[in-house]
């Protein structure tokens, strides 16, 4: 997805303006952009990633399993995603 230059996005509805939010996140170095709060287990689905086998780092920190459901990405944060790969 592009980069949207401001966080703020304007736009007209039934002939008045509105504002909306749009939350701004890194995932693996490119930047994704959400109309709505999100958490991880969502962000895993948008990505495809769900049910994989993944370890999510969050600004620097590993992210349970266990939490991503509860954890909503936030405007500019930076995410690692690792899928794990068998093989022998």
Same mark, same amino acid.
């Given at each position: 997805?592009?980069?949207?230059?401001s966080?703020?996005?304007?736009?007209?509805?039934?002939?008045?303006?509105?504002?909306?939010?749009?939350?701004? %996140?890194?995932?693996?170095?490119?930047?994704?952009?959400?109309?709505?709060?999100?958490? =991880?287990?969502?962000?895993?689905?948008?990505l495809?990633?769900?049910g994989?086998?993944v370890?999510?780092?969050?600004?620097?920190?590993?992210?349970?399993?266990?939490?991503?459901?509860?954890? =909503?990405?936030?405007?500019?944060?930076?995410?690692?995603? %690792?899928?794990?790969?068998?093989?022998?």
């Amino acid at each position: 997805m592009s980069r949207i230059a401001s966080p703020w996005r304007t736009g007209a509805a039934t002939g008045s303006s509105i504002i909306r939010l749009v939350i701004q %996140v890194t995932v693996n170095g490119k930047t994704h952009a959400f109309e709505r709060p999100v958490n =991880l287990r969502d962000l895993l689905e948008h990505l495809e990633m769900a049910g994989r086998k993944v370890a999510v780092e969050r600004n620097g920190e590993i992210v349970p399993k266990g939490l991503h459901r509860e954890t =909503l990405v936030e405007n500019g944060d930076a995410l690692e995603i %690792v899928v794990a790969v068998g093989g022998g």
